[in-house]
Nanobody, 115 residues
Framework: QVQLVESGGGLVQPGGSLRLSCAASGRIARINVMGWYRQAPGKQRELVATITSGGDTNYADSVKGRFTISNDNAKSTVYLQMNSLDSEDSAVYYC?????????WGQGTQVSVSS
């Protein structure tokens, strides 16, 4: 089992920045990919960014150039630095960890962008 705990969400003004953190525990050696997804009210959950255990990253087109995913293997933590936020980024952000056979989710953290 893998446990994921997110932190760092909140309310920010348009153009502002936030950094999300996701701390993994449990069978972390089996994790191949970690990432962030988000879900806005009335919309489906969508990919934001992923990072492999080797450090390869992937981003949704809507966040390229604004968001950066990174990891600290020593702390078993993945980060999402979000810059130039706008109202379209408002959503619940979920941390995800994938092993060969299983998919794990965090509890989600709310990001609200509003003036």
């Amino acid at each position: 089992q893998v446990q994921l705990v997110e932190s760092g969400g909140g309310l920010v003004q348009p153009g502002g920045s936030l950094r999300l953190s996701c701390a993994a525990s449990g069978r972390i050696a089996r994790i191949n990919v970690m990432g962030w997804y988000r879900q806005a009210p009335g919309k489906q959950r969508e990919l934001v960014a992923t990072i492999t255990s080797g450090g390869d990253t992937n981003y949704a087109d809507s966040v390229k150039g604004r968001f950066t995913i990174s990891n600290d293997n020593a702390k078993s933590t993945v980060y999402l630095q979000m810059n130039s936020l706008d109202s379209e980024d408002s959503a619940v952000y979920y941390c995800n960890a994938r092993t060969t056979y299983l998919n794990y989710w965090g509890q989600g953290t709310q990001v609200s962008v509003s003036s």
